[in-house]
């Protein structure tokens, strides 16, 4: 999934990512690495969404 176009509601529905990290990774858009994702989520969530 791209996280880039995807809206938060679609994003909360990705394995370990809870309301508040679909609405964090949404505001802080747009990634241009998965090491520029992995700032905003803490390793265990971005673990379980990968």
Do not use: C, F, T, W
């Amino acid at each position: 999934m791209n996280v880039n176009s995807a809206s938060s509601y679609v994003l909360n529905y990705i394995s370990g990512i809870d309301k508040r990290s679909a609405k964090k990774i949404y505001n802080h858009r747009p990634y241009k690495s998965r090491a520029d994702l992995k700032k905003q989520l803490s390793d265990k969530i971005y673990e379980q969404a990968a």
